[in-house]
């Protein structure tokens, strides 16, 4: 069992309540057989930029979709719009996450350097430093000088403490490129679900009358499922959050369509 499944079994059972359940997750002997295992959940890390990149993706090319839908510009103009649109956006949100992701990475890097560098060469001022934070938290002197000791007697995690109660900082692990990855593949998977009736109707007879309403019907269930899949990083209700991007989603299609609709003549 993964570092990870010890805490979802910590939260499942503070969710329902369950006491014996709570326990058995803390129990001294579990915690230290999961620390024991080599763990993965390497996918976990990703989790965030897969279901956010997936309802980005959703949202913006229904909306597209809506609006030519409304302005009845036609099944090729759906496409055109629909697939540059969706790829366009989908590469634009892959580097966006993987700027993000390097440039916190770099700055966390440029500032543990600062902080290492200060240990060494100040390691008075910055066990003074840490005492007063230790203080300022609620412990006693004596407490705070000992926790003090016990930090600093070893330089990484002396600085690890500094990184983390003087800057409040956290290594990011994920790798920016597959962070990027993953925005990618996500927002175009499921982005490419509004389109797949139109996409379909090149080879098979479907009404052209049809296909918004299909079109509408399968996003509304893309975007209920993928909020409900959303619960995986907000520990949220899985029902209360799929309703809510069902609204956002739909609230979004609606202004596009109406748009279109307002526009539909101009142009000729």
């Known amino acids: 069992m993964s570092i990870s499944k010890r805490l979802e079994e910590a939260r499942r059972a503070f969710r329902k309540g369950d006491a014996q359940a709570s326990a058995q997750a803390h129990d001294p002997e579990h915690i230290a057989h999961v620390h024991r295992e080599k763990h993965g959940g390497e996918s976990s890390q990703y989790l965030g930029e897969m279901v956010y990149g997936g309802l980005d993706g959703i949202i913006t090319t229904f909306a597209v979709v809506s609006g030519v839908a409304g302005a009845e510009l036609g099944t090729k103009v ?79 995690r002396w600085v690890d403490a500094m990184m983390l109660e003087e800057l409040g900082m956290l290594k990011d692990e994920r790798n920016p490129l597959r962070a990027a990855l993953a925005t990618l593949l996500s927002f175009v998977i499921a982005g490419a679900v509004p389109m797949l009736v139109y996409l379909l109707g090149l080879a098979l007879p479907i009404a052209s009358q049809a296909a918004f309403p299909i079109a509408i019907g399968c996003s509304a269930l893309a975007l209920f499922g993928l909020g409900a899949a959303k619960v995986l990083v907000t520990e949220r209700a899985a029902w209360k959050s799929g309703l809510e991007m069902l609204l956002v989603g739909g609230l979004a299609a609606g202004v596009a369509y109406l748009v279109g609709a307002l526009l539909k003549g101009v142009g000729g």
């Open 78 to 156: 759906v496409l055109i719009l629909g697939l540059a649109n969706l790829f366009a956006d989908g590469f634009s949100m892959a580097v966006g996450a993987y700027l993000s992701a390097k440039s916190e990475q770099e700055y966390y890097d440029r500032e543990r350097q600062r902080e290492a560098w200060e240990v060494e060469h100040f390691p008075d001022g910055e066990r003074a430093e840490l005492l007063h934070i230790y203080k300022n938290q609620g412990y006693s002197a004596e407490d705070a000088r000992q926790m003090v000791a016990i930090k600093s007697a070893d330089p990484k």
